[in-house]
């Protein structure tokens, strides 16, 4: 490792956090770069990347923006990052999520280790039998709406690391090209389907919804999936 770089970044990690991209597969970003592509100079690629994040001088390309259907008519944004993108994010994921981990609350599901939405479901038909109304929520454009400053303030709470709040922060600034090939500006939000955005949205929602119920509604218990979110309510007795 180099003393002259800014950052203490390592190479292993870099090189673990491709081989998550690779298992994971995802299209391609905005340079048209597959995964494939990727590894015809892999050793070079993967220097760049440990490279740029440890001197600070990484800047996340543009994101490409999908809109994928729904059964109902609408669509869904996606934003896909660029190959080496991914990468990057994985490592900033690998050092932050195990701290993460350890203050989420039990009840939240979605895009965590070793749970699933199925845990989540199961979770719910037993507590079902127990009682008497439950409360589906879903927040509507959740990924796209999220405030960038309280997020940061969130993220700046766990860790203090300059490199990992420095790249956070350019990633939810990073510009989004639109399937029609225009670029637009973001201010809110972090694109569903970069590597980084599930932690980032499970961390926003630990303050704005799992605390927030544990400290005002404290007997009601609940199942959490990203932002989808079961609530479940003992009937009052007559």
């Known amino acids: ?87 990057a994010q994985m490592v900033v994921k690998t050092y932050l999520e195990p701290e993460l981990e350890r203050i989420f609350h ?54 203090q690391e300059p490199w990992i709040l420095l790249y956070i922060e350019r990633w939810l600034k990073a510009s989004v090209q639109l399937p029609c090939g225009t670029v637009e500006e973001r201010t809110l939000g972090t694109p569903q389907g970069g590597v980084i955005s599930p932690l980032l949205a499970n961390l926003f929602l630990h303050y704005g919804f799992d605390h927030w119920m544990e400290r005002n509604y404290p007997g009601i218990p609940f199942e959490r999936y990203a932002d989808d979110a079961a609530d479940l309510k003992r009937k009052r007795k007559a």
Request: hydrophobic share 30%.
């Open 1 to 87: 490792m180099s003393k002259t770089k800014s950052f203490c970044i390592s190479k292993t990690i870099v090189w673990e956090s491709y081989q998550r991209v690779k298992r994971n597969r995802g299209g391609c970003g905005v340079d048209q770069c597959s995964i494939e592509d990727f590894e015809k100079d892999l050793k070079n690629n993967l220097y760049k990347i440990w490279n740029r994040l440890s001197s600070g001088s990484y800047m996340p390309p543009m994101i490409r923006r999908v809109d994928i259907p729904k059964g109902n008519g609408e669509s869904r944004s996606l934003g896909i990052p660029t190959v080496g993108d991914r990468i």
């Open 106 to 159: 039990h009840d939240s599901y979605g895009y965590r280790p070793n749970r699933s939405a199925h845990d989540a479901l199961a979770q719910t038909r037993k507590r079902c039998w127990q009682y008497d109304w439950v409360i589906d929520l879903d927040i509507k454009g959740f990924f796209d709406t999220i405030p960038h400053e309280l997020l940061l303030r969130a993220v700046q709470k766990h860790t």
